[in-house]
């Protein structure tokens, strides 16, 4: 990594504006730009889920190494734009899901974001990933993105929903259902 943050205060994006690794000047609303915080916002959730420290470490870890792949993908969004994500972190990704799901009751009608605090926010994190996961695809439509970075955010948002159904557990909370 060539590349630290030495000084923060550079006044660049003063006028909406903002610089990537190639200094190519992009508006902060560009889709690239939107697309990287999106990511931001999701792993800034994800660390919060981490402070309620679930009692399940093997989630904490999991969840860990989710912060670091989100990281390498927001690496892949700037120049040089070398692929980072592929389907070793998918198949892990894949892996928990099945593993973790396997111990859930199965699903009779929709869940309600809540059962607990670290619950909600898992949910929370899982939508800030469903809206990461459409910035991706907007920035797709303009200039082609590595696939498996698109299965990857995919798979995240499936991996964040059953880690909020396992969570209520923890405090022999419940789901709540919604009611048809």
């Not at 923060?8 to 200094?23: E, Q, W």
């Not at 991706?136 to 200039?143: P, Y």
């Not at 498996?148 to 995919?154: A, F």
Request: glycine content about 6%.
């Amino acid at each position: 990594m060539g590349y630290r943050l030495s000084k923060i205060v550079t006044r660049k994006g003063d006028y909406g504006t903002t610089h990537l690794g190639d200094k190519k000047t992009l508006l902060k609303d560009h889709p690239r730009i939107e697309a990287l915080g999106s990511l931001d916002e999701l792993n800034s959730a994800i660390g919060l889920v981490i402070a309620y420290k679930p009692e399940n470490s093997d989630i904490t870890t999991t969840l860990l190494q989710i912060q670091q792949d989100l990281f390498d993908l927001g690496g892949e969004l700037c120049p040089p734009y070398r692929i980072i994500i592929g389907k070793k972190q998918i198949e892990r990704i894949e892996q928990k899901i099945q593993e973790w799901n396997a111990t859930l009751p199965p699903l009779k009608e929709f869940i309600l974001p809540g059962g607990n605090l670290k619950s909600a926010t898992c949910h929370l994190a899982r939508t800030i990933c469903r809206r990461a996961e459409r910035r991706l695809v907007t920035l797709n439509q303009d200039e082609k993105l590595n696939e498996e970075m698109l299965r990857y955010i995919n798979r995240l948002s499936d991996l964040l929903f059953i880690i909020a159904r396992i969570l209520p557990q923890e405090t022999s909370g419940e789901e709540v259902l919604w009611e048809t």
